[in-house]
Every structure is written in C-alpha cells, then in structure tokens.
C-alpha cells in the first residue's frame, strides 16, 4: 500500500517562503496526478494545487502565482513552493492522489505564518 509522507512545514513569517514535499513509496507514482490540499483549524481540507504525470500543473486561485507545485517522479516525490506567504495560509498540508483510489493520508504538515 503506498504511503505518504509530507514534510517541510514550519513557522513563517508573512512574505516568507517555504518548500513542502511529499514522498511516496510504491512504483505507481509517475502514472498519478497529484494534488496539494490544506486544513486550517476548524475548517475543510480544501485543494490547492495539482500536477498531471505529464507535468501540467492547476492552483486554486487563492494561490495562484504565490505557489508553484512540481515533482520529480525518480525520487516519487511531489513539492510544493509557497511564496510570498500570508496568515491566511496557515494549515496543515497534505498531499495525496488525485482520482480513484485515492491513498491512506499522511499525518501533513504544519505551515503557520505569522503577521
């Protein structure tokens, strides 16, 4: 069963950066659109972003031209570059599949900006 891992969280101040990634095992990695989601404390786990196998990338417009998602499907990872960051994108981010089956979540990440 595949499982993810995310890492690269952590305390920000607003207008800062951080890069997120997201390790998955098992060989079916490349084949799999993969998304970025994120939870703020009380709220839905809402998409933020999204890569296709072939590289074509979707953002939601909240982030969009703040946030860049790549991968690199040799080490079956996906990223996540968060620009320009603001309070409002404090949350725990998650990555997962796109499309069914999705995959077990991982336990996130925490991001939190600070004003």
């Known amino acids: 069963q595949v499982q993810l891992v995310e890492s690269g969280g952590g305390l920000v101040q607003a207008g800062g950066s951080l890069r997120l990634s997201c390790a998955a095992s098992?060989?079916?990695?490349?084949?799999?659109?993969m998304a970025w989601y994120r939870q703020a404390p009380g709220k839905q786990r809402e998409w933020v972003a999204t890569?296709?196998?072939?590289?074509?990338?979707h953002s939601a417009d909240s982030v969009k031209g703040r946030f860049t998602i790549s991968r690199d499907n040799a080490k079956n990872t996906v990223y996540l570059q968060m620009n320009s960051l603001r309070p409002e994108d404090t949350a725990v981010y998650y990555c997962?599949?796109?499309?069914?089956?999705?995959?077990?979540w991982g336990q996130g990440t925490q991001v939190t900006v600070s004003s």
């Open positions: 997962n599949a796109v499309g069914f089956p999705s995959w077990p």
């Open positions: 098992g060989s079916v990695f490349s084949i799999r659109a």
């Open positions: 890569i296709t196998s072939g590289g074509i990338t």
